[in-house]
C-alpha cells in the first residue's frame, strides 16, 4: 500500500498461488501491461473483470 492508501496489484498478485477466481476492478484506465502479464501467468481458472467502460471488453477477450 502506498502513502495514499491505494494497492499497488504488483506487489499483491504474486503472493497469490493459482487462483480459481481472480476479481478485477481496475481505474477506467484498465490494467497496465505489468498486471496484465502477471494475470497470465497466474492462469486463473476465470476472471470477472468490473468495468464501466465497453471499450474494455476488446482487452478482454485477449486474455481468451
Not at 5 to 32: A, E, T
Amino acid at each position: 500500500i502506498n502513502p495514499s492508501g491505494h494497492i499497488h496489484p504488483q506487489n499483491i498478485l504474486p503472493k497469490i498461488k493459482k487462483p480459481d477466481v481472480l476479481i478485477i476492478d481496475p481505474p477506467r484506465s484498465g490494467c497496465s501491461a505489468g498486471v496484465s502479464e502477471t494475470i497470465i501467468k497466474m492462469a486463473p481458472k476465470k476472471i470477472v473483470y468490473v468495468s464501466v467502460m465497453l471499450q474494455l471488453w476488446r482487452a478482454i477477450c485477449e486474455f481468451s
